[in-house]
Nanobody, 130 residues
Framework: QVQLVESGGGLVQAGGSLRLSCAGS????????MAWFRQAPGKEREFVAF????????LYADSVQGRFTVSRDNAKNTMYLSMDSLKPEDTAVYYC???????????????????????WGQGTQVAVSS
């Protein structure tokens, strides 16, 4: 079964750090772009970070730029999200996603939209207390 599984979420105080992992199984995603999204209670799912298939390109939402770092290890078929200086407004369920339909895709407007991704993990909860 092809799937993505997130881990690493939890409860942390404002200013703290967490590292999320997204492990792929069932096939290798080394030629596929991947991303993190999040959804807070009562809000729509929003883009957080993107990493290209070869990790040479990354994108971030303005709200996390400078605090979050996305990376990947293709040998382990795993993507990561290192989150520093966490704020209460970062509280959400975090989802990882992969674009299997367009290997090695790129473009000036690509990577930030949820519809570009066709496989999602189940999500991991991040809660930041003030």
């Amino acid at each position: 079964q092809v799937q993505l599984v997130e881990s690493g979420g939890g409860l942390v105080q404002a200013g703290g750090s967490l590292r999320l992992s997204c492990a792929g199984s069932g096939r290798n995603f080394s030629t596929n772009n991947m991303a993190w999204f999040r959804q807070a209670p009562g809000k729509e799912r929003e883009f957080v970070a993107f990493v290209s298939w070869n990790a040479e390109s990354t994108l971030y939402a303005d709200s996390v730029q400078g605090r979050f770092t996305v990376s990947r290890d293709n040998a382990k078929n795993t993507m990561y999200l290192s989150m520093d200086s966490l704020k209460p407004e970062d509280t959400a369920v975090y989802y990882c996603a992969v674009d299997r339909r367009r290997p090695k895709a790129f473009g000036p407007y690509y990577g930030r939209t949820s519809s570009e991704y066709d496989l999602w993990g189940q999500g991991t909860q991040v809660a930041v207390s003030s």
